[in-house]
């Protein structure tokens, strides 16, 4: 299937470029150019099957015609491997926990898919890959995790100071000697940006193959795309009305709010998509003014969704004609402050014992804001409590997770250091082949 990019549709490429390239030369995001419906009959049947048989579908609609379907069975059985417990938190109102994997974070799905991919797709290639990531948080740990220790591959984690813990950063330097950790003096807006002149960078990219792990690369889309149909057969498995179950999605760059429209366009019936913003609002404000005006980082309570201007934007415009009215009709949005952050993360362990995250807690608050609030909503839960047990036992006055498991560090890691130029990346990018 030939993919497109979002800023010349005109411009196509195929699977295997879309997905190790992966950022258009003249900017834009890659798109699939048709999108083949999955059958009434399989979304019928859907009650009785696993996330990784759900899967094979889906993601055949991206891949099928150019791997087959062992390759993408095999991609999906190694990647998509750890549990995904639906809970109930409310009066219809359900979890879906998507935080069982190596680091803790919904993003290892997208994350170990992209690796197991890439094996199969560049099995025979020649050149080493150099695969930039800019992140705040968990996609760095997500992606070392899912790349540490290949020899076909170096790994570029780019993030700005002072966002991750001096722990996290560190685990990060040490996970691989293809793993190089880059703390730059600057924003994550800056570390996009140094990325971005990377990719349009034609000398560079003469000479060296590039590629990127963050959720501009469409196939870190494909395994969650599954987990909308997952969801909703999880949910009608239980007998809920799914016709109008509300889906609230903790957003941030909006990768994963795109994967359920395009899970939309695909078939999937559902009732609103939320994409459910912290004080970084960006869409939240795009979607009821029109206009795109994002303003500078805020720190909140859920740090992995603070991102001022979400790359995936374009993703959601393409879905919907670039008819700002189409995407009204299917995705929803609201901004949840910390203050309120906090008041859910409380009502939910008054009411229920459970513990949200900070994060998990914005999609909660979210299905809470809705006008007809008795229908049926699920909220993906995307990061587990002990990510953020400082924050929690805060909010609850009490130690209520134990804290992310440290004790493996034994020796000191650091990251290196780069100004937020390009220039400075792009030695940095040479000399470490
Ligand atoms: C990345 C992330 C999000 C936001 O996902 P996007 O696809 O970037 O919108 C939400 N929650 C957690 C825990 C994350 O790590």
């Known amino acids: 299937m030939e993919y497109y990019s979002t800023k010349q549709p005109d411009f196509t490429v195929s699977m295997r470029e879309a997905v190790t390239a992966c950022v258009p030369q003249a900017g834009g995001l890659y798109m699939p150019s048709a999108l083949p419906s999955i059958p009434k009959a399989f979304i019928h049947n859907m009650t009785d099957m696993s996330l990784r048989e759900i899967a094979y579908a889906t993601t055949n609609v991206f891949l099928g015609e150019d791997l087959d379907s062992s390759e993408i069975k095999s991609v999906i059985d190694k990647s998509l491997s750890f549990e995904t417990p639906l809970i109930e938190i409310g009066h219809d109102i359900y979890a879906l926990e998507l935080f069982h994997g190596p680091t803790k974070v919904f993003k290892d799905f997208g994350s170990r898919f992209l690796a ?33 220790g290949r020899d076909d591959t170096n790994v570029f984690i780019l993030f700005p100071h002072g966002a991750m813990s001096r722990r996290d950063s560190s685990l990060i330097a040490r996970s691989g000697d293809n793993i190089h950790a880059i703390e730059v003096a600057g924003s994550i807006d800056d570390c996009k940006s140094m990325i971005a002149e990377a990719f349009a960078d034609c000398r560079l990219r003469d000479g060296l193959v590039l590629s990127s792990a963050n959720s501009t690369n469409f196939a870190r889309l494909m395994p969650q795309v599954a987990l909308f149909f997952y969801a909703v057969g999880r949910l009608r498995a239980l007998g809920v009305s799914t016709g109008d179950v509300d889906l609230a999605v903790p957003s941030g760059n909006l990768g994963m709010l ?174 470490n082949q």
Not at 120 to 144: F, H, P, Q, W, Y
Not at 306 to 318: K, T, V, W
Not at 361 to 371: D, N, Q, W
């Open 116 to 148: 197991g991919l890439f094996s199969s797709l560049r099995r025979d290639a020649g050149e080493k890959l150099n695969l930039l990531v800019a992140t705040t948080g968990n996609t760095g740990m997500a992606i070392a995790r899912a790349f540490a």
């Open 258 to 431: 795109a994967s359920g429209l395009m899970a939309r366009r695909i078939g999937l019936e559902c009732g609103s998509l939320i994409g459910a913003c912290n004080s970084n609002n960006a869409f939240d404000r795009y979607l009821k003014t029109g206009v795109f005006e994002p303003h500078a980082t805020i720190k909140t309570y859920a740090t992995l969704m603070d991102m001022a201007s979400p790359s995936n934007l374009p993703r959601l415009m393409a879905l919907s004609n670039n008819n700002l009215d189409l995407l009204r009709r299917d995705v929803r949005s609201a901004t949840i402050g910390d203050d309120m952050i906090a008041a859910t993360i409380r009502s939910v362990y008054d009411t229920t014992g459970y513990v949200a995250d900070p994060h998990t807690a914005v999609g909660i608050a979210a299905l809470g804001l809705r006008v007809n609030s008795r229908r049926p909503g699920l909220v993906f839960a995307t990061a587990h409590p002990s990510r953020s047990s400082a924050v929690l036992s805060s909010i609850l006055g009490k130690d209520v997770v134990p804290p992310g498991d440290d004790n493996d560090i034994r020796s000191a890691a650091h990251p290196d250091r780069l100004p937020p130029t390009y220039p400075a990346f792009r030695k940095y990018l040479l000399s």
